[in-house]
């Protein structure tokens, strides 16, 4: 399992993550968090710690800035804003995890752009 896919497990199965200081904090069931997703967690930390902490909007941000044209860029960020918003409400998905999800989106996208 990758440090995604159990990314989106976890919130699939209604569990929150969170980072509170060098921690990464875990909540769920005990269904959820078996011990082989215990040890999933503890093996993939370091690869899921940036995960919960990545600011998405300032990475398309940077993902952005060698497009040229304006208007290409504004529909990149509206693309963005609006699959993170439908990934968010339809998946019922914090909105880190839909912005997540659409930053992938909006990167698969930009491969026929030329800057």
């Not at 929150?16 to 093996?43: K, N």
């Not at 370091?46 to 940077?62: G, I, T």
């Amino acid at each position: 399992m990758t440090a995604p896919e159990l990314v989106e497990y976890l919130i699939r199965s209604g569990a929150t993550i969170a980072i509170d200081g060098d921690e990464l904090v875990i909540d769920g069931t005990a269904d959820v968090l078996t011990e082989s997703v215990v040890t999933e967690i503890r093996r993939l930390k370091p690869a899921l710690m940036p995960l919960v902490k990545v600011n998405w909007s300032d990475r398309l941000d940077k993902l952005l800035a060698n497009v040229a044209d304006p208007d290409v860029r504004e529909h990149f960020v509206y693309l963005f804003n609006e699959r993170a918003a439908i990934i968010s409400i339809d998946g019922n998905l914090p909105r880190s995890e839909g912005e997540r999800m659409a930053f992938a989106k909006v990167k698969a996208a930009l491969k026929g752009v030329k800057p």
